[in-house]
């Protein structure tokens, strides 16, 4: 599978344009201009988010486009900013391979042969695959992969992601936010990647009160050579940034691990991750 340190090319939704984002997208712009980043904007799109519908990149000219059906935006408020994949990848001209699984991007949290999804996957799927022996096979047989590893969903976060609670840093560790470590109904999470000999390091703050919207820096985008963190204007941000650049220091210079900011992005429920799709550019 394509993992996020082998991507080089990344997309946004045409709505990030729109006035309000001017100084937050022009952070990003500008330190992907700095560093001859190849990005793009997503046309056909209904809001400024882009994980959560565009595909999974199996290999470099395999994308798997699931069904997009997000619970959150299934009411006549919401359902306008359901943005249907199918047509954007028309307009790219990318070929998909499709699946039944109902899946949002934002919950594949994936390494080389492993991907990780909260149990939220597995409630959207339970009338195809109504055991989670079946939903954890199908899934290995879509993606490729040897590993599936399914954690509790953490309520904290709406909508069911898991890229707002945990990141590989390489195939044998991943990174995950620090409130985490003392939720108990998060032990199964610890048990099933100590059976996937997997470990674990946290994202941990001093400071005198932690702020709500810390969970955002593990909602970083990684790149071939570059990571973006949230920047939030907070206490944290500075400790946050350290914390990643040590934690990935084997694969990316201090320099290449910079903060840009999500002031604006962040009042929407979502950060780096969340904004972008990031791909190995096709052949």
């Known amino acids: 599978m394509i993992t996020d340190k082998q991507t080089d090319k990344i997309y946004f939704s045409e709505y990030l344009k729109d006035n309000k984002y001017t100084k937050d997208l022009g952070e990003i712009q500008n330190v992907l201009d700095l560093f001859n980043v190849d990005y793009d904007f997503l046309p056909k799109t209904k809001d400024i988010w882009a994980r959560d519908y565009m595909p999974i990149q199996i290999s ?19 359902i306008k900013y359901q943005t249907n994949p199918t047509e954007v990848c028309k307009a790219l001209n990318i070929q998909t391979r499709r699946t039944n699984l109902i899946i949002d991007g934002g919950n594949v949290i994936k390494s080389v042969n492993c991907v990780i999804v909260t149990d939220k996957a597995l409630i959207e799927n339970k009338e195809l695959y109504p055991t989670e022996e079946l939903f954890v096979s199908e899934l290995k047989k879509v993606f490729k992969v040897k590993n599936v590893i399914i954690i509790p969903w953490d309520k904290q976060e709406n909508f069911g992601h898991a890229d707002g609670m945990i990141r590989f840093i390489n195939d044998k560790t991943v990174l995950m936010n620090g409130y985490l470590e003392e939720d108990k109904s998060m032990q199964i999470m610890f048990d099933r990647l ?16 932690e702020n709500k919207k810390n969970w955002a820096y593990i909602n970083f985008l990684q790149l071939k050579d570059l990571i973006l963190v949230p920047k939030l204007g907070i206490e944290e941000d500075e400790q946050a940034l350290e914390q990643i650049r040590d934690y990935f220091s084997e694969f990316y210079q201090p320099d290449k691990i910079l903060p840009v900011s999500v002031k604006t992005i962040i009042k929407g429920g979502g950060a780096l991750n969340c904004i972008s799709w990031n791909i190995k550019n096709p052949d």
């Open 60 to 78: 470099q000219n395999d994308f798997v486009e699931y069904q997009y059906k997000p619970d959150y935006l299934q009411n006549k408020r919401d």
């Open 194 to 209: 100590r059976v996937n000999n997997i470990e674990w390091k946290f994202l941990q703050y001093h400071v005198k009160e």
